[in-house]
């Protein structure tokens, strides 16, 4: 696994470790110096092509500067940023990538929770006390092998599960974007669909909004624009991706730092969300391996099909079908033992899943496809992707055709099943500090940026229970609280109109540096039974 998105075991840190870790940083970084010095030369020699010397040195130098410039600004390219990670090469570009330089901006900024270059901090924080250790669910000591993993995996579902104060917020993020929407399209429709709906989201997911409305064409620019004018948005975050199979709009809130993803007039999203917690009924494990496995892939990048991952409706279904087609009866139980579940979830779909020929069937309890089968029903030229799964709302349309990358998520499931397996193994007990070791932080990590984040949320918005805004639900009225909100029955949810207040609380500024604590941070909301799912989102 490569060491910049994988990180190594307590075991395996001393002298030797240290030193290829040097060996292979150095290593890196001499090719990186290679490919400066072949793109200088090959400007110099382009640069200098004519004129008398003087002018031919000015070119040389010039040009030298303009490519200089150009691998190493300050604002890196995302080539860049993959070249430039945190194993080795470059960070920022220009800046030799050794122990103790900061990982690049970018990477950073759109991904607080990416331990990207994680075994760097290892290094510079190794035998140093009062640190943040990256795993503040831990606060016990847990049993030894797959017991203790059990335990721990509900520890972290209880700690990365979204608080009240969260919810309130994105809550507030959608109002905001709700009323824009209906200044221009009084008559339009806005519903919340994905992971917020559905309540498995982790605290920097992005929200999911559909507008369902009558035009010609989308409009996507006029929508952006508005955006942009009413400030609700961050100015550079604006982006709208018209030539996507889906169409949409991906914003950043100026005030949170919330995603949202708007697109329009598409049915399927609420369809899936409704499906969801339909398969979260029937499966009731499904909400802790779901998170768990959103929070493995998030952090390494592999969470978004543009950046060579699996979107969130194929990891989900990916979890259903391994649970129904699970050979053991208890798997499906309400009280398994989830770390038996989470390692073999690793160990199919990271060694023994066949890719090349089988594809996921969901409806009629699960089952697998022969491609060749499914390629019979396909026009001529198309075949089924890499990751095929089957559209449980919409047959013939393939979930994981986008993921190019699924052979990176394969990889990192084989790379967890190995770690997690020795884990648990009884020779684990003769690992160094195993007692106080973590065992799923062998996987996973939740950075202190994203903890900060989270306790700068619960410092503001913990303290609006008093100043709430509320949501009219055909004439009821309703506050953003849990005791209130809760006598609205799911049933009553679909006969819902979204319609918010004008007026919005003033926010505050997103902090960029604060102190964490484990301990003071407040205990989580239960995501059973979310606030979007409470409210009137058309579900």
Known sequence: ?????????????????????????????????????????????????????????????????????????????????????????????????????????????????STFGFNRSLLLTDGAEDIYTCTPWKSRNYSEGIVGLHEEIKDFYEYISPRPEEEHMRLEVVARIHRVIKDLWPNAEVQVFGSFST????????????????????????????LRKRKIADENSVKVLDKATVPIIKLTDLH????????????????????????????????????????????????????????SYSLFLMVVSFLQLHYREDACSSNPNLGVLLIEFFELYGRHFNYLKTGIRIKDGGSYLAKDEVQKGMLDGYRPSMLYIEDPLQPGNDVGRSSYGAMQVKEAFDYAYVVLSHAVSPIAKHYPNNKSESILGRIIRVTQEVAEYR???????????????????????????????????SEELDECNNNFPEDSAVLPAVPRSKASSNSSSPSPSTPSSPYAKQFCYGF
């Open 1 to 113: 696994m490569d060491p910049r998105i994988a990180w190594f075991q307590p075991e395996q840190r001393g002298p030797a470790n240290n030193l290829w870790m040097h060996i292979w940083e150095t290593t890196q970084t001499l090719g990186n110096l290679y490919f400066h010095n072949n793109c200088n030369t090959a400007s110099a020699k382009l640069t200098s092509g004519g004129g008398d010397g003087a002018s031919s040195n000015a070119a040389d130098s010039s040009g030298t500067r303009r490519d200089h410039q150009g691998m190493s600004g300050s604002k890196p390219d995302s080539n860049n940023n993959n070249n430039s990670g945190g194993g080795g090469g470059q960070v920022g570009g220009s800046r030799v990538a050794g122990v103790g330089t900061e990982l690049p901006s970018k990477r950073r900024r759109d991904n607080k929770a």
């Open 199 to 226: 309540g498995l989201y982790l605290p920097t997911s992005d929200i999911d909004l559909v507008v369902f409305g009558h035009w010609e064409t989308l409009p996507l620019w006029t929508l952006e624009e508005a």
């Open 256 to 311: 949170t730092e919330v995603k949202v993803d708007i697109s329009f007039n598409v049915q399927n999203g609420v369809k899936a969300a409704k499906l969801i917690k339909d398969f979260k009924q029937q499966f009731p494990v499904l909400p802790y391996l779901v998170l768990v496995l959103k929070q493995f892939l998030l952090q390494r990048e592999l969470n978004e099909v543009f950046t060579g991952g699996i979107g």
């Open 455 to 489: 306790d700068w949320i619960s410092v503001e918005w913990g303290q609006r229970s008093n100043n709430e805004p509320v949501l009219n639900c055909n004439g009821k009225t309703l506050s953003l609280t849990n005791d209130v909100t809760r006598l609205v029955e």
